[in-house]
């Protein structure tokens, strides 16, 4: 049984006892869980709340932005710009870094998030989340620009993401393992749930779009394929599937239950390595998915070794049971030879 102490009762232990995390990280985790629990009245409030549709903007990417897209960066970008630890953040809904306004106190985190993911699913009522990535500015480097953020994932000092679903539940790494924490209303705050989580190496599950498959490369083909042969074909077991089309909500299945997630490179944008996100998407999914004993690859190699050179960065993703994992990868590096 899950001892049932608070985030912040968590963080303090983890600061003070485990000496993971220094006090300003804790202090930024906090904010950053207080900006969450914000986003999660306005996303249950929806169209009682006038949350709902479009803005009639468009991101960077080229993406229509919804209303929440828009009320979640806002709601980050306040929360956070006074904490008083963060030099910049950077977001899936903003084309450059956000410096922290000179009026308010600086620290040397960084701070990335795509504000909300899964934003196809606002309005239909189905699980939506936050994801977020915390680097450190390099030490000695003077004010900051977008090179303090182009570090591999694995420079990470924590990730995490807050899906909103039938329960909002956040769920954090410090690089010591993966803790989820249930929002419970009443108290207005995080509670503890589950830790040490841990995703099973093997799966019978697998989440990807098939209606790209006519797209796909054929290693990824051939992977599929051999799952939807099912007992009969050559991995002598019955394969289930799913695709929430959030993949907050995805890698939340993952974590609790096992299975595989793929959003690989494919040919209608093939100048485009994939349609995550590096460095708000896939690192912190990957560095959260691999403190649970999984595995996350580009495909080819790990996501977390990747250096990014843009901010806005695009990557193939293969994240999940670790055996399932480096199947797809082998596959890849064997049609390459
Ligand atoms: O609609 P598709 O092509 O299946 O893509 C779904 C994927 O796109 C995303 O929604 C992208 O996230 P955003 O909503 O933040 O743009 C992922 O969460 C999800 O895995
Ligand atoms: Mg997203
Ligand atoms: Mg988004």
Redesign the pocket.
């Known amino acids: 049984m899950t001892r049932r102490i608070s985030l912040t009762q968590y963080l303090i232990e983890q600061q003070r006892q485990h000496g993971h995390i220094p006090q300003e990280l804790r202090l930024l985790i906090e904010v950053v869980a207080r900006a969450c629990k914000r986003i999660a009245i306005s996303v249950t409030k929806g169209a009682l709340g006038e949350v709902l549709g479009t803005a009639g903007s468009e991101n960077v990417q080229g993406?229509i932005q919804k209303k929440l897209d828009i009320i979640a960066n806002e709601v980050l970008i306040e929360a956070n710009e006074w904490g008083g630890h963060l030099a910049a953040m950077a977001s899936?809904e903003m084309e450059g870094i956000y410096l922290v306004p000179n009026r308010f106190p600086k620290g040397e985190y960084l701070l990335m998030f795509?504000p909300?993911?899964?934003?196809?699913n606002i309005d239909v009522n189905v699980s939506i989340g936050t994801i977020f990535s915390v680097l450190k500015k390099a030490e000695g480097s003077k004010g900051v620009s977008e090179d303090d953020f182009l570090q591999p994932g694995k420079q990470q000092v924590a990730a995490g993401y807050c899906v909103y679903g039938p329960q909002t539940t956040l769920v954090l790494t410090f690089g010591a393992g993966v803790a989820m924490f249930t929002l419970d209303r009443e108290q207005g705050s995080f509670v503890l749930t589950q830790e040490g989580v841990k995703i099973p190496e093997d799966t019978k599950e697998f989440a990807i779009?098939m209606s790209n498959m006519r797209h796909w490369d054929a290693p990824v083909k051939r992977y599929i394929d051999e799952c939807l042969a099912g007992e009969e074909g050559p991995r002598g077991k019955n394969f289930n599937m799913r695709?929430i089309?959030?993949?907050?909500a995805?890698v939340h299945r993952i974590l609790t239950r096992g299975g595989v997630f793929m959003?690989p490179w494919d040919r209608r944008e093939p100048n485009k390595a994939g349609?995550?996100r590096l460095m708000y998407?896939a690192n912190p999914m990957a560095f959260l998915v691999e403190q649970a004993g999984g595995a996350a690859t580009n495909a080819r190699q790990r996501i977390m070794d990747l250096t990014p050179t843009q901010l806005h960065e695009r990557v193939a993703v293969v994240l999940g049971s670790k055996n399932e994992v480096e199947r797809v990868t082998a596959y890849h590096l064997d049609s390459a030879q």
């Open positions: 993406e899936e795509d909300l993911d899964g934003s196809s779009n695709w089309a959030s993949m907050v995805d959003y349609k995550l998407e």
